[in-house]
Every structure is written in structure tokens, then in C-alpha cells.
């Protein structure tokens, strides 16, 4: 674990299960010959189209960076996303990837993990698009802790459709929609994803890349579903948001403290709460049956059943239970 992230070792937990798929290295994809190794050029589609000084950029390019350290086939790699600024960033990768319909990136990339267990899924969005229209989804998709990466790249604003309030915008927040100041209590993405059930909470922010470098490729190692708040400043609508946890600006980058217990759910609970600039880390982490390993457990039980059989034989069987 990196010096980045604190993490305190827990003899409660039981070390996670390795992750039941078989991914080819690439020095032996099981073609005739080795692959040469990936390149940022290799991972790199279309040139991306955000705002200059846009958080996300920082984002897609430490994705690249730990897609090229950790050496996947390109074939196994796959990235979802919903509507939205962050939500382009399917375009942009060179691999398997969907741009899905605005808030259901995560049933998309659930649907994706389940059956395909050698696919290493990513999603990205924003927080509209994962808390607001999304909200239901990522409820369920924690709680059920598909096998799975979500990153929420977190500006405090919709600025797709140009400075609209958000489910994460602080009060008193000047917007569209809130020409006198955001009076709604805004939603905490750490708590809510700790009290739907992820079993990987983490928070890191776009002005230091070496802990969103870190913080991601954790979150990827997780046998489970794995979320993580980047904080992403958007320069057009909401300027300076961020400013008090960047160093560079005069504000304060606290790490999550070295002492915390990362398998105590309400200690990770209580760090989530403190205020803005708050903490960056890893808050909570434990090892629990991912619905991927449960439903290929239900299904092998099931094929037992009718081991043998043909097709036919199957369907009389159960024509036969249903008279």
C-alpha cells in the first residue's frame, strides 16, 4: 500500500480471495508471439474535448499511467460511463468502453462485470450522474458489491449543461438554479457509499496526482466494488472550489490518519463527516463474497442439477414442474 494512502493493517480481516478470473500477460497472450507492451499512445483514442484546466484531464491521465504499469491485455480492459463532463471519458480510451444513458452507467457496467469475469470494468462519472439520476443504482451496486471500479470525478456543479447546482453542491452556492444560493443539504459520496455497503471507500483529488495514482490502482486491486471520490475542479463554473485541500493555493492536504482502522465502518464513517477540506485516503476496507462469486456459485449448483441432460430433456423437466 502506498505511503499515500494509510491503511492499518487488520488481523480481524481475513486476507480477499484472489479475483477468480484469468487475465493473459503480455508476455503470453496465448498468441504465437509476445506483445509489446502498452503505451499511453496505444491507450489513447480521441483527443480529449474538456475545458482547459479541467480536473479531468488529470484524471484520464493517471488512468493511462496505471493502465501502463499494470500491463492488461487492451482486449480486457473496459470503461463506462453516464452523461456529463467526466462522462466522456469512454471516447477517449482506446479499448472496450461504453458512453450509456445518463444515470445508469453502473447497471450497464454490472451487467458487463457479471458476465464477463476476465474484464477488468471502470466506471466514470460525475456527481449528478452517479448521485442524482444515478443515486438508485449506486445504492444497489454497492450494496450487492459487484466487482467493479467507480470513480465519481466530483466538481460540486453540473457543468455539462452550464453551472446548474448539484447533489454535492455546498450551500450558499450561487448557480442557475440557484440564482440566491443553494439552500439543500448537499449529498457526502464516502457516506453514502458506506452506508449502501461498498466494501473500498477512498477520496483523493485531481491537484495530486501521485495519491490519484495510488488511490486508483488500490481501488482496481479490490475484489469487490471499489468507489472512489476524486475531487475535480471545474475552472469555467465553479473556480477555487477546491482551493482549501491544494497545498499550491494555500489550503491543506490531510492524509487519513496512519491509526485509523480501515475495517471499522463507523470510525470511516465519522472521518467522512469531518468538514471540507476533510481527509484523503483510504477510508474503509474490508473483504466480503462479491455477487460475481455468489451468482457463479448459484449457477454451478444449478448446471449440476441437470448435469447430462440435453437442451431438450431441461426444458421438459421444468414444463413438467410448471403443471
Excluded at 476476465?118 to 458489491?145: E, P, Q
Excluded at 453514502?192 to 496526482?209: D, I, M, Y
Aim: aromatic share 10%.
Amino acid at each position: 500500500m502506498s505511503t499515500l494512502i494509510a491503511e492499518k493493517p487488520a488481523t480481524a480481516e481475513k486476507p480477499a480471495a484472489a479475483p477468480a478470473i484469468s487475465i493473459p500477460s503480455p508476455a503470453s497472450p496465448g498468441l504465437n508471439e509476445p506483445r509489446k507492451p502498452l503505451t499511453k499512445k496505444d491507450l489513447t483514442a480521441d483527443h480529449p474535448t474538456w475545458c482547459p484546466g479541467c480536473g479531468d484531464y488529470s484524471v484520464l491521465a493517471l488512468f493511462f499511467k496505471l493502465l501502463e504499469k499494470r500491463q492488461f491485455a487492451q482486449e480486457n480492459i473496459v470503461t463506462v460511463s453516464g452523461i456529463g463532463c467526466s462522462s466522456r471519458f469512454p471516447y477517449f480510451v482506446q479499448g472496450h468502453g461504453a458512453h450509456f444513458i445518463h444515470g445508469r452507467s453502473l447497471p450497464f457496467a454490472s451487467g458487463v462485470s457479471l458476465s464477463r469475469p476476465d474484464l477488468h470494468v471502470f466506471v466514470f462519472g460525475g456527481d449528478g450522474d452517479l448521485f442524482s439520476i444515478g443515486g438508485n443504482h449506486f445504492t444497489h451496486t454497492a450494496r450487492k458489491n459487484i466487482r467493479l471500479t467507480c470513480v465519481c470525478m466530483d466538481n460540486w456543479v453540473y457543468g455539462l449543461t452550464k453551472k446548474q447546482t448539484s447533489p454535492t453542491s455546498p450551500p450558499g452556492y450561487k448557480s442557475k438554479t440557484d440564482g440566491w444560493g443553494a439552500v439543500d443539504q448537499p449529498i457526502n459520496p464516502l457516506k453514502q457509499a458506506l452506508a449502501a455497503g461498498a466494501t473500498f471507500v477512498a477520496r483523493t483529488t485531481h491537484s495530486n496526482p501521485n495519491h490519484v495514482l495510488q488511490t486508483m490502482e488500490a481501488a482496481m486491486s479490490h475484489d469487490g466494488f471499489s468507489f472512489v471520490e476524486c475531487l475535480s475542479e471545474c475552472v469555467e463554473f465553479y473556480e477555487g472550489a477546491f482551493d482549501a485541500s491544494n497545498p499550491r493555493k494555500g489550503g491543506v492536504f490531510n492524509l487519513v490518519p496512519t491509526d485509523h482502522d480501515v475495517t471499522n465502518e463507523q470510525a470511516a464513517y465519522k472521518l467522512a463527516s469531518e468538514p471540507f477540506p476533510g481527509y484523503f485516503g483510504l477510508f474503509y476496507k474490508v473483504s466480503r463474497p462479491t455477487k460475481n462469486a455468489l451468482e457463479a456459485k448459484l449457477n454451478a449448483a444449478q448446471q449440476e442439477k441437470v448435469k447430462g441432460l440435453k437442451d431438450w430433456q431441461i426444458l421438459q423437466k421444468t414444463l413438467d414442474r410448471m403443471r
